[in-house]
């Protein structure tokens, strides 16, 4: 393609971090789908056990030498998703990717505070947000970092759902705010959603929405749910038939 931009430019990814009474017992998940458009691509479960820093999980394809989708020993969950025209901005080559980043603070950080303000730091990011999860001490934390004009910060409520976008933010695009106002009503009225129910969610494919405005599209890649509390991540990938296969469990304490 001489044109590689609408690559980048479409509406991608569904992240969700449930905190407090709806993660149940275990007070912190991260709902996560990966949408890619690059083609066919083998997606794969890396776990890195560096020889200096923490182990962690990543969830992406062979090539990846950064993250997209990782979680860490200490619990730490990492998940980014470009989105160019809900944070416009000059993005610039005075740093290194997000993605090399986010892997760096995988294997360095054990905090969500520690990764937020490593994350608010950058100067050189822009369009791209990056949901960050885990506990502060034994407080379960989130908060969305969004990269635009300016770095802000949306957080999580003590008991409630963060959304990678807010779809009732005047900047998010229609398939944008679609997506997740999905993601929303599906999770409506439940006071306890739990990792099977975040896994229905990350399943629901809504036949009446245009693919992108879809929760799983055909350019959805990986479905995860993180517990950083047990250092499990359930992770899914798509069938033969495009719908979403088993989850399997993959943990970093066992």
């Known amino acids: 393609m001489e044109d590689k931009s609408p690559l980048f430019t479409a509406p991608l990814c569904t992240m969700v971090a449930a905190t407090g009474i709806p993660a149940g017992a275990d007070d912190l998940l991260v709902a996560r789908n990966l949408d890619w458009l690059w083609g066919d691509e083998l997606p794969v479960v890396s776990v890195v056990k560096p020889d200096t820093g923490l182990a962690y999980v990543q969830i992406g394809f062979p090539w990846n030498a950064g993250v997209f989708s990782g979680m860490n020993e200490a619990g730490l969950v990492l998940c980014m998703e470009r989105l160019p025209h809900v944070t416009p901005g000059a993005e610039t080559l005075d740093g290194p990717p997000v993605e090399l980043l986010l892997r760096d603070m995988l294997q360095s950080a054990d905090k969500p505070d520690t990764a937020v303000a490593n994350l608010q730091a950058l100067a ?14 034994k407080k379960a934390a989130a908060a969305v970092v969004e990269f635009g004009p300016t770095v802000t910060v949306r957080r ?70 993180f517990i950083p509390k047990t250092g499990k991540v359930q992770v899914a990938f798509p069938d033969e038939n495009g719908r979403p296969g088993p989850y399997t469990t993959v943990s970093l304490k066992d």
């Open 124 to 137: 050189h990011v822009r369009g791209v947000h990056v949901l960050v999860a885990g506990f502060n001490g």
């Open 156 to 225: 999580a409520e003590t008991n409630g759902l963060l959304p990678g976008v807010d779809p009732l933010s005047a900047a998010a695009a229609p398939d944008d705010a679609a997506r997740y106002a999905r993601f929303a009503a599906l999770a409506e009225g439940k006071r306890i959603i739990g990792d099977r129910e975040l896994q229905r969610i990350l399943g629901d494919s809504d036949e009446s929405a245009p693919e992108p405005a879809r929760i799983w599209s055909a350019a959805t890649r990986h479905s995860a749910v």
